[in-house]
């Protein structure tokens, strides 16, 4: 006989049960025995189902550390490509133009490798007073936020909100 699952084992406890409601004396302490039996089963699938959590546990402890690790390999990451694109930005920015500013003819340098030319473009646009820019170059962005924790203290006091649900669910509290 296979083993059965733990849901089995559970109905078989139920239909135990509501046969011991209708039987006889002599079937009763069958039942009864019988009801022994699942109750030892059900607590023998419940210690491996625990266990079983307890590894899931252990494994879930070593995938967070885990993803600490990446977290701060992704920072360090982060910090170096940005002291890059700095490093870029200034030659860009200020050394080459200024070595073709100094050394090159006419805003024009070149090297075996590249061609520089010197150009000046509008640079980005500098707010120094904002309340004295005229009303036709502003506008107003708005932007909607929804309060779950108001959400959840009206429903749970019984209102009725349209496009908003709460429903109970089960949990457990392993101590």
Known sequence: MAKKTTRELVGDFIDLDMQLQYADEDEAIVLNS????????????????????????????????????????????SVRRKATESLKKYFNETLIPMIVEEVGTDGVYETDTARYKLYEPY???????????????????????????????ALTAGESIPGVAINKVKRIRRS
Do not use: C, S
């Not at 189902?49 to 920072?75: G, N, P, S, T």
């Not at 909607?144 to 924790?149: A, H, N, V």
């Open 123 to 153: 640079g980005p646009v500098a707010i120094t007073k904002e309340e004295d820019i005229p009303n036709e170059y502003k506008y107003m962005i708005e932007d909607w936020r929804i309060d779950k924790k108001g959400l959840r203290k």
């Open 34 to 77: 019988a009801m022994e039996v699942t109750k030892q089963d059900i607590r023998r699938k419940l210690d491996g189902i625990d266990h079983f959590m307890v590894d899931i546990e252990r494994k879930q402890y070593l995938i967070d550390a885990e993803i600490e690790a990446l977290k701060k390999e992704q920072l360090r990451l």
